[in-house]
């Protein structure tokens, strides 16, 4: 059975950080890309920042470059999204994303999210 779970949400004040985590179950992680996104209320679902499954490259949205950090552990099948500096812009439901590339259509897993709220 496949599982996401997301952790360490919370109420931040404005220039503080959060260390949102992700463990997954019930696939091969190591081949799976690991995604974070995240959808403020009355907005669609944004990809936030991106680790591949191989060769370590990572990619974030321009509205996080320099402030959030995603990291990956594959031997504890673990994802990480480090949120320096936050703003009240960032207040959004984060979800954790498992996407394997290599088929088509792609094969996506999605956690339920955790709320960050960053408000003063």
């Known amino acids: 059975q496949v599982q996401l779970v997301e952790s360490g949400g919370g109420l931040v004040q404005p220039g503080g950080s959060l260390r949102l985590s992700c463990a997954a179950s019930?696939?091969?992680?190591?081949?799976?890309?690991m995604n974070w996104y995240r959808q403020a209320p009355g907005k669609e679902r944004e990809l936030v920042a991106a680790?591949?499954?191989?060769?370590?490259?990572?990619n974030y949205a321009d509205s996080v470059k320099g402030r959030f950090t995603i990291s990956r552990d594959n031997a504890k099948n673990m994802v990480y999204l480090q949120m320096n500096s936050l703003k009240p812009e960032d207040t959004a439901v984060y979800y954790c994303?498992?996407?394997?590339?290599?088929?088509?259509?792609?094969?996506?897993?999605w956690g339920k999210g955790t709320l960050v709220s960053v408000s003063s």
């Open positions: 680790a591949a499954s191989v060769g370590g490259s990572t």
């Open positions: 994303n498992a996407e394997y590339r290599f088929v088509y259509p792609r094969i996506n897993y």
């Open positions: 019930g696939f091969t992680f190591s081949i799976f890309a």
